[in-house]
């Protein structure tokens, strides 16, 4: 149930912003093995005249990516290829042959399961389900 939070500048049309989503969850399925289907993708463009780095404005295609996952459910590795891929992807979509703004960033970042959750029950909560229906059938 990852989310992904992705910042951009500038401005992208609509179609751009599918294609983002939809090769983002892609590459969050691949790498980190989440499920496509609760995997939310949250696109904000920022114009480039409140986008500074260095105190100054961006001169190039700028992104910023966050995806939230629960903690512990990932390794190093997964978490590293996950970087890898989601930045080639952003450049390769928004980059152009200038690439992109050398300060643009993948953060991901890591929840207690007892902290977060989707259709009303927590990471946690889904665990002890799973454990207690799991029990009940070996019975």
Known sequence: ????????????NPNRYRALAEALTRITASTLGKQAGVTAVMVDDVPAARWYVGGDE????????EISITQ???TAEEKSAFVAQ?????AAQLGGRGGLEPASYVIV????????GYGGATQAA???AAMQAAQASAI
């Open 86 to 90: 989601a930045y080639a992807e952003l």
């Open 58 to 65: 961006v001169q190039r295609p700028t992104a910023w990516l």
């Open 72 to 74: 512990g459910t990932n």
């Open 109 to 116: 970042r890591e929840l207690p399961a007892t902290d977060w």
């Open 126 to 128: 889904r665990r002890v």
């Open 1 to 12: 149930m990852p989310t992904l939070h992705l910042k951009v500048s500038p401005l992208q």
